[in-house]
């Protein structure tokens, strides 16, 4: 892969904003009057996964969180500050996480190699296949089993996004915005909505609530 230089970056930058200018002269100065973004999105912190690209959505439609492996880790204040102000602030309609086939940070929990601190981070999927752990096993490569806990972690993180206080607040006060898991598939650009039933987490929410 053939990479950029740092002057090179800039270079682009201008060119970009030139362009931009001559499609629409008061592009920036929209764009510099406040955010309304309809979405946030909650991915791995990976390279490849440049998700405005990948989706073709423009400056002020995605409000982003990303960490290796696309953990919702509801002790992570840095993530849940990122969700209260998406949810209660920004009224953020959908929230999406999503995670990729070829995850390095499952592929870490999957493989249990040391590597440094992603050990740490990662142990909760690891968790997750230990539970899942026949299914998985019973996969014929390791690709696939790599493929399907990154699956299964997706799930697992719009579970724990269920958890949190702010989307249990969010549905008490009918606010809740929609739940999407995905995949991204990095060998054909093509993202796998996973249909993930948020139903009976929502419902947990409020039945805990009355509780
Ligand atoms: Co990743």
């Not at 490849?48 to 690209?53: D, E, G, H, Q």
């Not at 989706?55 to 290796?68: C, D, S």
């Not at 493929?147 to 724990?160: D, F, T």
Request: charged share 20%; with cysteine; glycine share 6%.
């Amino acid at each position: 892969m053939k990479y950029n230089s740092i002057e090179q970056i800039l270079k682009n930058n201008q060119a970009w904003a030139a362009k931009k200018v001559a499609e629409d002269h008061t592009y920036f100065q929209e764009l510099a009057t406040g955010q309304k973004p309809p979405y946030l999105y909650i991915g791995c912190s990976d390279s490849r996964l440049a998700l405005t690209r990948f989706t073709g959505t423009e400056p002020g439609e995605l409000f982003v969180h990303r960490n290796i492996a696309n953990q919702v880790s509801l002790t992570d204040i840095n993530f849940l500050a990122i969700l209260e102000y998406a949810v209660v602030h920004l009224e953020v309609k959908h929230i999406i996480v999503g995670g990729h086939y070829g995850c390095g940070g499952i592929k870490a929990a999957l493989e249990g190699k040391a590597i440094g601190l992603v050990d740490n981070w990662v142990n909760p999927i690891r968790e997750i296949y230990l539970q899942k752990q026949d299914e998985i096993d019973a996969l014929p490569t390791q690709e696939e089993r790599w493929n399907r806990l990154a699956e299964l972690n997706v799930q697992m993180q719009v579970k724990n996004l269920y958890q949190t206080s702010v989307m249990r607040q969010a549905l008490q006060q009918q606010q809740a915005p929609e739940v999407h898991g995905w995949v991204v598939d990095i060998r054909t650009g093509l993202i796998k909505d996973l249909q993930v039933s948020t139903k009976k987490w929502q419902l947990r929410s409020l039945s805990l609530a009355a509780f």
